[in-house]
């Protein structure tokens, strides 16, 4: 099963080379991506049953990636939130999972953890789909 995916990172480099690998690498669909909670906010609200997964920076243009986590709070179970962020200590693991998160990646060593947690996920969606 494809992940279709929505992007919330203000970087661009980090955004388009995060696409890529994910695309190649992972049963991945990015949809689009946001810079803003707002903007993000807005997306995930206004397309709440066209994504699958969100892969959310902690720090944003504007506002941050706590405020995203908590604007997916009454999101369909079948739907994934994840953080990809340099500063995934384990304080800010623990608001993120309270805020719903479904798992925390450290973007400095943790992306091929997030590849395989995504490749899982599209493996556990065909497995539910039979």
């Known amino acids: 099963m494809e992940l279709r ?3 919330v990172e203000d970087n661009a480099t980090i955004r388009e080379n995060l696409i890529g690998a994910l695309e190649e690498l992972a049963c991945v669909k990015a949809l689009g991506w946001a810079e803003t909670e707002d903007d993000a906010a807005a997306w995930l ?3 709440s049953a066209q994504w699958d997964l969100a892969i959310v920076d902690l720090f944003l243009k504007q506002g941050s990636g706590l405020g ?3 604007a997916c709070r ?3 179970p079948r739907q994934r939130v994840v953080v990809l962020s340099n500063y995934a200590t384990d304080d800010m693991r623990r608001r993120c ?3 719903g998160a ?3 990646f450290d973007k ?3 992306i091929d953890a997030l590849v395989d947690w995504c490749i899982q ?4 969606g065909l497995s539910r789909a039979a």
Not at 121 to 124: A, E, L, T
């Open 121 to 124: 996920q599209s493996g556990d």
């Open 74 to 76: 009454g999101r369909m």
């Open 108 to 110: 400095s060593n943790e």
């Open 68 to 70: 995203v986590l908590e």
């Open 45 to 47: 609200a206004a397309q």
């Open 97 to 99: 999972a309270q805020l």
């Open 5 to 7: 995916t929505y992007i």
């Open 102 to 104: 479904d798992a925390v």
